[in-house]
């Protein structure tokens, strides 16, 4: 059972990282950019995506790891051109907020179906409600840990942009020792971060 789970996982993650890094090129495409659309990485087709380490090495050990509680992974990063963007001062910001977004309204969207299903507006049977529980904890996952304001992850540009440009040393400081940065939060507050992805799921899903 568990194996059949742990497949499942793996396709939903790399369904829901593709995903979020559309999202980024697709964002900065609205603003301007077409880096990511030149280079054909608009499209869901996660051949395009995939990374062998972010993809496929840390799914397995997270996974296993958390004993499915806390996945994590991430897909080739879309590249964009920040100098091609229209609005200079948020463009980063909403081209960074627009891969964890996109995963919110993954996890709502089905987590609503979740919640009709539980209600009896909809039948499901335990195997679809189990799949559907396993994309909104992905998307959860993802886009709670994405939005900590550590390089190189998503949050830290959206943290960052509320910042005045002379503080921009802080930015530098913290790209420069970010390996310090995210062993601190896997150390110190790995259960924090468990805490509120258990918080959001039970709000969402009812469950």
């Not at 054909?40 to 958390?66: C, E, M, Q």
């Not at 100098?83 to 996890?107: C, T």
């Not at 049977?125 to 994405?146: D, K, Q, R, W, Y």
């Not at 998503?154 to 530098?172: I, K, L, N, W």
Request: proline share 6%.
């Amino acid at each position: 059972m568990q194996e059949i789970h742990f497949i499942f996982f793996i396709a939903v993650l790399i369904f829901s990282v593709v995903i979020h890094e559309v999202s980024h090129g697709f964002m900065a495409n609205i603003l301007g950019d077409h880096t990511a659309k030149r280079m054909g990485r608009l499209t869901l087709n996660p051949i395009k995506h995939l990374d062998p380490v972010g993809s496929v090495l840390v799914p397995i050990l997270t996974y296993f790891a958390s004993n499915g509680a806390l996945p994590f992974g991430w897909a080739k990063p879309v590249p964009y051109n920040p100098y091609n963007l229209r609005d200079q001062r948020w463009g980063e910001a909403k081209v960074a907020a627009a891969g964890p977004l996109s995963n919110i309204l993954l996890a709502v969207f089905f987590g609503i179906i979740i919640r009709l299903a539980a209600s009896g507006t909809i039948i499901l049977g335990s195997a679809p409600m189990e799949i559907l529980f396993t994309i909104v904890t992905v998307n959860l996952s993802l886009a709670v840990v994405n939005l900590l304001p550590i390089f190189p992850l998503d949050g830290s540009r959206v943290f960052f942009a509320f910042f005045p440009y002379h503080m921009r040393y802080v930015e530098e400081f913290m790209e420069r020792y970010w390996l310090i940065f995210i062993a601190f939060f896997l150390l110190f507050m790995g259960d924090v971060i468990s805490y509120l992805i258990s918080f959001f799921l039970r709000l969402i899903t009812g469950m």
